[in-house]
């Protein structure tokens, strides 16, 4: 496979965790943390089944992780759709 796609929501999402660890631990390591996603997108991309089904949470849904965020992606033909990133700093769930 190797395609990825970031939905809406997710773009947002990793704008939000890069501010949050700005706020919180500086540019720097706010810059590894967010590449260290891209990393892993390209990893689930490869083997989208790497992860399991969160059915669960939502219909269709996998759930994988980087550092201590949650990556919810679904499987759409040939393309993972990136749905959503949340970590312990949100406080309401947004699937």
């Keep these: 496979m190797a395609i990825y796609k970031l939905s809406p929501d997710a773009e947002e999402d990793l704008y939000r965790i890069w501010l949050y660890g700005v706020h919180k631990f500086g540019v720097n390591q706010a810059d590894k943390y967010y590449h260290a996603f891209f990393h892993q997108f390209d990893l689930i991309a490869q083997d989208p089944l790497i992860y399991p089904a969160v059915d669960y949470i939502k219909n269709g849904y996998r759930r994988g992780v980087s550092g201590?965020?949650?990556?919810?992606?679904?499987?759409?033909?040939?393309?993972?759709?990136?749905?959503?990133?949340?970590?312990?700093?949100?406080?309401?769930?947004k699937l």
């Excluded at 201590?68 to 769930?93: C, H, L, P, T």
């Design 68 to 93: 201590v965020d949650s990556i919810y992606y679904r499987i759409n033909g040939d393309i993972v759709e990136i749905m959503a990133i949340i970590g312990r700093q949100d406080v309401y769930s």
